[in-house]
């Protein structure tokens, strides 16, 4: 039996497996047990921003593997010091609290916004999050991801989170109040087909979580670590969120995931109100602190600029000759290739001939390849690319 059945036989059946076994990763590209070569234009959902076996990464393990694993929130060490030093250094927060996802980086958030609340008024529970949001799988990322057919099967869920529809100013104005204790946004909603939020509504947010003081959480757990172009996507607008989430790339392949909260808020939080055995392990910290030392390296935030310019460029020659293609959206390296019902079709063709393609909202090809993926790698992309679009 190959892997791939094995996989069906033990493996509790709650993920779309592709038909595919790979053996090994390098830089872009990763290799099935047939040696057949496949560029990663997914890079693990925005995971792997380092591409494949990094050499500092893999250097990483192997250092703080020597010293020790594990260790318990009983000590301090001095990988996670580090990495907490380097978020505060470039973001906006004072503070950092680790985790092993994202979901779990938005549950410490939600405990931290209700706590806050509470410290204002008891019935300063309510939470806006929008239809469409990704937010993740535990009751309280649940709660949050406003999308019925994830939620449906389990619920009751966390009262008190209501949802609007993304860019609404209208629907906001009409949930804000003081009983409001935060919103939670995705700058750019991703698993719902690369959505960004546009500006006016950011203003509105920025203007109403002032007047009735709730605070902002931007889970940036796929926008985040120069995903979007910018350290963080919120750089590119005029919103500083209260707390931010982070994971995916954060690891480096390891599990790590982050809230980073602001100085305001960085007392809300007790001794014994939070905890995770896990959560900033050292040995996912040591891997944290390469991926932060390079994402935060002008020269790399400069190269995925320049990069993400030309890919938006090549396939926007795409779409004015393949009208299969009817919009292109996102920013940086999270792009989002509206292609109508052909988005499966294309993810297949384009794994028997080498290249892997997300496929979200069912229309959208969700391009997130590693952020130092080489211009050269990007035309094959698009080569291949379009020999598939002549085709559908
Ligand atoms: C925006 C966002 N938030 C949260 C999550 C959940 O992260 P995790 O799967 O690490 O729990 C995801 C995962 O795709 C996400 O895209």
Request: net charge positive.
């Amino acid at each position: 039996m190959n892997d791939f059945n094995l996989d069906q036989k033990y493996i509790l059946n709650t993920y779309k497996r592709l038909p595919i076994e790979i053996k090994k990763g390098r830089g872009s590209y990763l290799y099935d047990i047939n040696n057949k070569k496949y560029l990663d234009m997914f890079a693990g959902i925005a995971v792997s921003s380092l591409g494949h076996h990094h050499p500092k990464i893999i250097k990483a393990i192997k250092k703080q593997s020597k010293n020790y694993l594990h260790l318990s929130n009983y000590y301090t060490s001095k990988t996670s010091v580090a990495l907490a030093k380097k978020l505060v250094e470039h973001s906006f927060a004072s503070k950092v609290f680790f985790t092993n996802s994202g979901t779990e980086a938005n549950e410490a958030a939600l405990k931290l916004v209700r706590k806050y609340g509470k410290t204002i008024d008891s019935k300063k529970t309510k939470i806006i999050a929008l239809h469409e949001a990704f937010h993740g799988r535990t009751y309280g990322g649940l709660s949050l991801t406003g999308q019925p057919h994830y939620q449906e099967a389990f619920k009751p869920l966390i009262p008190d989170i209501i949802h609007i529809q993304r860019n609404d100013v209208k629907a906001l104005e009409t949930v804000v109040s003081d009983d409001v204790c935060a919103i939670f946004i995705e700058m750019i909603q991703g698993e719902s087909g690369v959505q960004p939020l546009d500006s006016d509504f950011i203003n509105a947010i920025n203007i109403y979580a002032k007047k009735h003081q709730f605070l902002i959480v931007a889970d940036e757990v796929q926008t985040g670590l120069l995903r979007t172009g910018k350290l963080f996507a919120y750089e590119h607008t005029n919103l500083v969120p209260d707390i931010l989430t982070l994971a995916k790339s954060l690891g480096g392949g390891l599990p790590l995931g982050a809230m980073l909260v602001s100085r305001l808020y960085e007392d809300i939080l007790k001794p014994g109100d939070h905890g995770t055995t896990f959560g900033g392990n050292p040995l996912s910290c040591a891997t944290g602190l390469v991926v932060m030392q390079e994402l935060s390296n002008s020269k790399m935030i400069l190269a995925v600029q320049d990069k993400s310019e030309y890919l938006f460029q090549q396939l926007e020659n795409l779409k004015s000759k393949y009208p299969v293609i009817t919009e292109i959206r996102g920013k940086g390296l999270m792009i989002g290739v509206e292609v109508g019902q052909k988005a499966l079709d294309i993810q297949v063709k384009a794994y028997e001939l080498g290249v892997l393609l997300n496929v979200t909202h069912q229309t959208v090809i969700r391009l997130l390849p590693p952020l130092n993926i080489h211009k050269k790698e990007l035309d094959q992309f698009i080569n291949i690319f379009e020999s598939i679009l002549k085709t559908v």
